[in-house]
């Protein structure tokens, strides 16, 4: 997951937002937005640190959640499209897929249930998983939500351009 060194490898989650600035997307999510970084490094839980990328923005959090809450994906997805990848340091992970407000689709990458989508089942032999590690699975989340979403990380998506912390 070179592309995303600045995700933590064990606990995180990304929700990508299309056509959407950083600024905008926090405040769809109704909370105080604050330039750059987080130079403090004083919040437990709830940072989301929001990155400038082709095609919208992307909102990452370290050990966070708010990317698969169903309120927040739908205010972001207004009039728009996110998809987010979810995983904790239990191994639980999601892939959520939001388009104007409603939920469109919704998996467990690291599962291999039937009924996959095809492109992520793809990628995700491409990178060559294999058994007991969620890294194929994960990058391949990941590849799917630009795929989906049309956001994509560039030369500036490893600087926080904004952030903000939401209570949840």
């Keep these: 997951m070179n592309t995303y060194d600045w995700l933590d490898d064990e606990a995180f989650c990304a929700a990508f937002v299309r056509g959407l600035t950083p ?3 926090l405040a769809r999510l109704g909370i105080d937005v604050i ?3 987080d130079e403090e490094g004083g919040y437990d839980e709830g940072l989301i640190s929001a990155r400038e990328a082709d095609g919208g923005t992307i909102l990452s959090e370290w050990n ?3 990317g698969t809450l169903p309120h927040v994906l739908a205010r ?3 009039g728009t499209v996110t998809a ?3 995983v904790n340091v239990n191994a639980v992970a999601s892939f959520e897929h939001y388009a104007d407000g409603s939920r469109v ?3 467990d990458p690291l599962s291999d249930d039937d009924g996959l989508p095809e492109d992520f089942l793809a990628d995700r032999a491409e990178f060559r998983r294999t058994s007991g590690t969620s890294r194929g699975a994960l990058a391949a989340a990941l590849l799917l939500a630009e795929r989906i979403s049309e956001v994509r990380p560039n030369a500036s ?4 351009a904004a952030h903000g912390v939401l209570d949840y």
Aim: aromatic share 14%; glycine share 14%.
């Design 105 to 107: 689709l919704t998996f």
């Design 23 to 25: 600024h905008e997307a």
């Design 157 to 160: 998506t490893g600087i926080v």
């Design 64 to 66: 966070g959640y708010a």
């Design 35 to 37: 330039d750059g970084e």
């Design 84 to 86: 987010s990848v979810f």
């Design 76 to 78: 972001l997805s207004a």
